[in-house]
């Protein structure tokens, strides 16, 4: 059977001891945007457009999944507690985050080295697709395959189309 997201799982952020990992088989059946975060970043205010997309299209089977990441320029120094809170206090995130990892590397999660094999992005035909920087954005389908990838530059809201056709509003 092909691989797919669903095959993954990872912990919550501020998971405790004894916490268990969320499956993302979880999310079966839902459009998903998975990105690599940041608190720290010129990107960061991107937080508020993915809160909006999450916002306006969860009740029609839309899910953001923030994975922080402190690889690019540690530009994620904080504890999982401070990323939470700092999260919540400055852009009202509701959507799920999940514990700090590594997306590139020898101990990049296995969800982001599947991502990056599914879309290796522009580059990615010379090597293994490394992400770039903080904010860098897969949408699934909801069969739990890759549909994109999309370069921190790009905006959430610009997604929106994209988002809507996966759903079938379009």
């Given at each position: 059977?092909?691989e797919?997201?669903?095959?993954?799982?990872?912990p919550?952020?501020?998971a405790g001891?004894?916490?268990k990992t969320v499956?993302?088989?979880e999310f079966?059946?839902?459009?998903?945007?998975?990105?690599?975060?940041?608190?720290?970043?010129?990107?960061?205010?991107?937080?508020a457009?993915l809160?909006?997309?999450?916002?306006a299209?969860?009740?029609?089977?839309?899910e953001?999944?923030?994975?922080?990441?402190?690889?690019?320029?540690a530009?994620?120094?904080?504890s999982e507690?401070?990323?939470?809170?700092?999260?919540?206090k400055n852009y009202g995130v509701s959507?799920?985050?999940f514990?700090?990892?590594?997306?590139?590397g020898?101990?990049a999660?296995?969800?982001f080295?599947f991502?990056?094999?599914?879309?290796?992005?522009t580059?990615?035909?010379?090597?293994?697709?490394?992400?770039?920087?903080?904010f860098?954005?897969?949408?699934?389908?909801?069969?739990?395959?890759?549909a994109?990838?999309?370069?921190p530059?790009?905006?959430?809201e610009?997604l929106?189309?994209?988002?809507?056709?996966?759903?079938g509003?379009?």
């Amino acid at each position: 059977m092909e691989e797919s997201i669903y095959d993954f799982s990872a912990p919550p952020l501020n998971a405790g001891p004894g916490t268990k990992t969320v499956s993302l088989a979880e999310f079966r059946g839902k459009v998903l945007l998975i990105v690599n975060t940041a608190s720290k970043c010129g990107f960061t205010p991107q937080y508020a457009g993915l809160e909006a997309l999450s916002r306006a299209y969860k009740e029609r089977g839309f899910e953001v999944l923030g994975f922080p990441c402190n690889q690019f320029g540690a530009q994620e120094p904080g504890s999982e507690a401070e990323v939470g809170a700092f999260c919540e206090k400055n852009y009202g995130v509701s959507f799920p985050l999940f514990a700090k990892i590594d997306v590139n590397g020898p101990n990049a999660h296995p969800l982001f080295q599947f991502l990056k094999r599914s879309k290796p992005g522009t580059l990615g035909i010379f090597g293994v697709g490394a992400i770039k920087w903080n904010f860098t954005k897969f949408l699934v389908d909801r069969k739990g395959r890759v549909a994109g990838r999309f370069g921190p530059s790009t905006r959430p809201e610009k997604l929106a189309k994209t988002i809507e056709r996966l759903l079938g509003i379009l």
